[in-house]
């Protein structure tokens, strides 16, 4: 991410913090949290350090985040069949996940394929409750209790999800509530006490800190999946495996800093709010997905009538502007995106998405325009006066 580049792809990956860069950079030289020694308990320091931080993020108590190597594993760890109660053996016999949910819930974690049942979206990309509650009103509960699975925030249109609506139904049910904030902490305020779910996933990276940190935060350890990563016991025996120091230490600090840019909102809101405008503006029936229901203030998906979303990102990309196509799976090919279809958008075009942040200026959208405008003249569509 040089500076002669233009990123508008927060919602992949945000700008790592120079703060968060430098407290990673300090706790590669650390030693092993669990060593008794100084210099073990030095390293202990940074990680209980990044735990309040984590946790202050999520309006939690401190002993009740568990560090993982991102959401995905964060996902994995909490959508299991099998957990305990204290001492009581606890089992949710089916997870009901949301149609337009990333992929590392959508996948069902250790839940049996034929275990995992979907609700789905309506057009603005908004879950459905009817559905989700006529599910839940049919749920066997002789068999094991229900455990629900949503996204916060959409990471491809930002849309945002009922979630305290989704809890109250949950809880009805006599269910547990994960709730994937991953797109939504550093945006909103979070306060998991507030009645939106039993866990909250976060992930570093997301909000300005490094790749491969992340947690689950719960609102009590009384409830805890079974291990995913047994071993050594550490995360208070939640996760084992030595911890990642310098990801820990860097996502702490992007915790600290993601509630002062909560405020920064309001102006991505408005440069967001411009780009959109743009867009219409050059190209007749564009259209902007899930415009009609709230949305993260820094996200926009778009399809443009006639006009690939893969030409779209290239012709961005070669003018030194990074957005994003869709949904990219990990080998980096564009697919059809399953958001886009749990909303019921026929698209071929595909859509484009931009996502930007506090770091965001006039000139960067100023850019982004200049593209559409030469894309605009390129197609010889049919542009609207700018
Ligand atoms: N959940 C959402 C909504 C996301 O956007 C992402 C990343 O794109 C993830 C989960 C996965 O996060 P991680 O990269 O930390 O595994």
Known sequence: MTKTRTYLDYNASAPLLAEARAAAIAALDGANPSSVHSEGRAARQIVDRARRSVAALAGAAAEHVTFTSGATEAAATLLTPDWRMGRSALRFSKLYVCEADHACT??????????????????NGVADLARLESLLAGHDRDAGLPLVAVHAANNETGVIQPVHEIARLVKAAGGVLIVDAVQFAGRFSLDITNGCGDFLILSAHKIGGPKGAGAFVGRSNLMMPALLIPGGGQEMGHRAGTENLSGIAGFGVAADLAADRLDAMD??????????????????????????????????????????????????????????????????????????????????????????????????????????????ARRGGRPKAA
């Open 106 to 123: 959508l996948s069902g974690g250790r839940f049996a394929s034929g275990d995992v049942v979907r609700f789905g979206v309506d057009a």
């Open 267 to 376: 102006a991505v809101r408005t440069l967001r709010d411009r780009a959109e405008a743009a867009v219409l503006a050059r190209f007749q029936g564009a259209i902007i997905h899930g415009k009609n229901a709230a949305r993260l203030a820094n996200t926009s998906l778009f399809t443009i009538p006639g006009l690939k979303a893969e030409t779209a990102l290239i012709a961005f990309d070669l003018a030194g502007i990074a957005v994003s196509s869709g949904s990219a799976c990990s080998s980096g090919r564009v697919g059809p995106s399953h958001v886009l279809e749990a909303m019921g958008v026929d698209s071929g075009e595909g859509a484009v998405r931009l996502s930007i942040g506090p770091e965001t200026t006039e000139a960067d959208i100023g850019r982004f325009e200049a593209v559409l405008a030469d894309l605009a």
